[in-house]
């Protein structure tokens, strides 16, 4: 599977972008599909993911629930963060990251362990100005 992520930049303090995630090389259903960043000195961390559950739950880090909203449209291929009240400390490289339906069936599996089946896009940075 392959990922491409678009839609960084350079924004101000409460204002809002929307990061696109383009998905190929495989079937969309066999793949649960989430976002991680990671900003400068600091370790890559889970941001918000879509469960392959029957109820595609959505799950959000507590740092952005509320301001940003995973979404995806099947038919396109496509998952989208939508981030709004940006703030300083969301600066990062953001990451489009799958992992087989049987890893993203788990509740939050974008915070708990990949299990070396993840696949990651090459990143979009997202810088927030104060």
């Known amino acids: 599977v392959q990922l491409v992520e678009s839609g960084g930049g350079l924004v101000q ?3 809002s972008l929307r990061l696109s995630c383009a998905v190929s090389g495989a079937a ?5 599909i989430g976002w991680f960043r990671q900003a400068p000195g600091k370790e890559r ?19 952005v629930s509320g301001r940003f909203t995973i979404s995806s449209d099947n038919a ?5 963060l939508q981030m709004n009240s940006l703030k300083s400390e969301d600066t990062a490289v953001y ?7 049987f890893v993203g069936v788990a509740t939050r599996w974008c915070f708990q362990s990949l299990h070396g089946v993840d696949y ?10 104060s």
């Open 13 to 15: 303090a409460g204002e």
């Open 28 to 32: 969309f259903d066999d793949y649960a």
């Open 120 to 129: 990651w896009g090459v990143g979009t940075q997202v810088t927030v100005s």
């Open 45 to 63: 961390e889970g941001v918000a993911c879509i469960s392959s559950s029957s109820n595609r739950g959505k799950y959000y880090t507590d740092s």
């Open 95 to 101: 990451y489009c990251v799958a992992v087989p339906s």
């Open 76 to 80: 396109k291929k496509m998952v989208y």
